[in-house]
């Protein structure tokens, strides 16, 4: 179901329409995509994978489909496995259609380096990961990654910093970013305030224990405002759009008093 409501089942096209990004960027635009249980825990026993269900398996691929870079901690990406995004994963009539790479890399937050050179990052994959990183980062770890063929990137002193980020992605052509998590990254981002669309899905489960929430990091100043874009269900789980509010331009009388 669509909000607005509307009648039948939503379309490929019209879940392109939603989830897409707008045209023309003249900066990186992040759109974070994050799965939950209603009682607010971000994974059971330890991975998001439980949560999720088929419909929120679609729009986290049309994520990849419509991104330009995959932007992840290094913490997620270890615990979920990642690989580089094949061929295979992404609708490549789409990504053609759109004027996209075959497919997009993945670019790893990790202050210290934690990513092996051995890790399925950088040998399952057709696209070099972007690393980004600290220059506190031990050398040795950050040369062991590019002699494996990763671009690794300082982006920050003692910590990553996310602003710098972004600029290294664009440097590359990459404004399309696609935010998979974890909750680590996605507090530093409302930190800087830099997360442009949220889509968090609500699986319908208690999950209890004791997982973390889908952000973490430094208080902000002010918490971020957003605007509901879409509401849709799935076998009684809710796959919610929000989209960063802007505020007016502040308007003076030109004349003066």
């Given amino acids: 179901m669509l909000w607005p409501p509307r009648d039948g089942e939503i379309t490929d096209d019209e879940l392109e329409r939603l989830y897409d990004y707008p045209d023309g960027l003249d900066r990186p635009w992040v759109q974070v995509n ?21 419909a929120d398996r679609k729009v986290f691929a049309l994520g990849r489909d419509l991104c330009d870079v995959v932007l992840v901690g290094a913490g997620t990406a270890l615990v979920e496995g990642y690989h580089g995004v ?3 994963e992404v609708r490549a009539s789409r990504r053609a259609r759109l004027g996209l790479a075959p497919v997009p890399p993945i670019a790893v937050v990790t202050g210290r380096c934690s990513i092996p050179p051995t890790s399925t990052l950088l040998t399952s994959t057709s696209v070099p990961p972007i690393i980004l990183t600290t ?52 507090g530093a981002l409302i930190d800087a305030d830099l997360v442009d669309v949220l889509c968090v899905t609500f699986s ?21 405002s957003l605007a509901l874009d879409s509401v849709l269900h799935h076998d009684s789980a809710l796959l919610l759009r929000y989209r960063k509010v802007t505020p007016d331009p502040v308007t003076s009388d030109a004349t003066g008093p």
């Fill in 34 to 54: 994050f799965v939950s249980s209603v009682d607010g825990a971000v994974s059971v026993a330890g991975r998001s994978q439980a949560l999720g269900n088929d």
């Fill in 204 to 224: 319908p489960l208690l999950a209890g224990g004791d997982a973390g929430r889908i952000a973490v990091g430094p208080l902000p100043p002010a918490p971020r």
């Fill in 135 to 186: 220059r506190a980062a031990p050398r040795e770890r950050r040369d062991a990654l590019a002699a494996a063929g990763a671009d690794v990137v300082v982006a920050g002193e003692e910590a990553v910093a996310m602003d710098l980020v972004l600029a290294a992605l664009d440097e590359r052509g990459l404004r399309r970013v696609d935010c998979e998590g974890g909750p680590h990254v996605f």
């Fill in 86 to 88: 094949k061929a295979g």
